[in-house]
C-alpha cells in the first residue's frame, strides 16, 4: 500500500526533524518539501511508522504493508494551503516509481485519513487526488447516470465498509438515522467524511449527498 500524509507542521525542517527524532516514534519512508525536493528517511522495505491505529479492508497493522510519504503542509491546524505545482510533480513522480517498483495496485493508494477516519484529516480535501489519478496513480471514481439514483444510509453504510473502510456497526437503520436527524454513527460518518476528502471533496460536510453516492457505487464496482 502507499500511504499519504501532511506533516501538520509550521515548516518543513520542523518536519524532518521530528521524523529524525527516535524519541518523536514517527517515521515515513519520503518526505516532499513543497519546492519538490524529496528526502527518503526509511529504507522502502524497512518498517517506517507512519500509519499509527489503522484499518483497511481487514488488515490493522498497515505500517508492515505499506510505504509513506509525507507532504509538507501546515495542515488543518496551523493554516492548510494548496500543495504547490512543484510538489505534485515531485510526489506523483515518486509515487508512479514507487507504485511500479513495488507492484502496488491502483486501489491501494489512499490516504492517511482513509486508514484512520477518526484521528486523521491528512492529506485532505486540498490535495489534488484527480491529478495524481490522471496520472494512472490511485483511483478516481466514474459514475454513471444511475448512480446518483435512490439510495438509503445503510447501503452507503455498506458500501463504505466493502470499499475498505473501517465501518464498526452494521448501522443503524435509515429511518432512526432520519429520525436523529445526524448521522448513523460515528464510525460511518468519520468514513463518509474521509471518502469525500479524498473522492468528492466539493461533498464535504454535506452528508451522503447525491455526488458522494454515485461516486461510492461507481468505485466499488470498478475496484472489483
Ligand atoms: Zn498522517
Known amino acids: 500500500m502507499l500511504i499519504l500524509h501532511y506533516t501538520g507542521m509550521r515548516t518543513g525542517a520542523d518536519a524532518l526533524a521530528r521524523l529524525c527524532d527516535p524519541q518523536a516514534e514517527v517515521s515515513a519512508h519520503y518526505l516532499v518539501e513543497e519546492d519538490g525536493r524529496i528526502f527518503q528517511l526509511v529504507p522502502d522495505d524497512r518498517r517506517a511508522w507512519h500509519a499509527g491505529a489503522s484499518f483497511w479492508a481487514g488488515d490493522r497493522d498497515i505500517n508492515s504493508r505499506s510505504i509513506g510519504i509525507e507532504l509538507v503542509n501546515p495542515g488543518h491546524e496551523f493554516g492548510y494551503r494548496p500543495f504547490p505545482q512543484a510538489q505534485m510533480r515531485a510526489v506523483t513522480a515518486l509515487a508512479g516509481s514507487l507504485m511500479r517498483t ?12 482513509d486508514i484512520a477516519p477518526a484521528r486523521k484529516q491528512d492529506p485532505g480535501e486540498k490535495f489534488d487526488w484527480l491529478a495524481l489519478a490522471m496520472a494512472g496513480i490511485g483511483l478516481w471514481p466514474d459514475p454513471r447516470p444511475a448512480d446518483g439514483m435512490a439510495w438509503d444510509g445503510n447501503e452507503v453504510a455498506r458500501l463504505l465498509q466493502s470499499f475498505g473502510y473501517q465501518v464498526t456497526s452494521n448501522g443503524i437503520s435509515w429511518d432512526d438515522h432520519i429520525a436523529r436527524g445526524k448521522s448513523w454513527d460515528e ?6 467524511t474521509a471518502f469525500q476528502r479524498h473522492f468528492v471533496p466539493a ?12 461516486a461510492l457505487r461507481a468505485l466499488v464496482r470498478d475496484s472489483d
Not at 102 to 113: D, E, N
Not at 204 to 214: E, I, K, Q
Request: net charge neutral.
Open 102 to 113: 513495488h507492484a502496488i495496485p491502483a486501489r491501494h493508494v489512499l490516504g492517511h485519513s
Open 203 to 214: 461533498s464535504l460536510g454535506r452528508g451522503a449527498d447525491r455526488d458522494s453516492v454515485a
Open 187 to 192: 464510525a460511518t460518518d468519520s468514513a463518509l
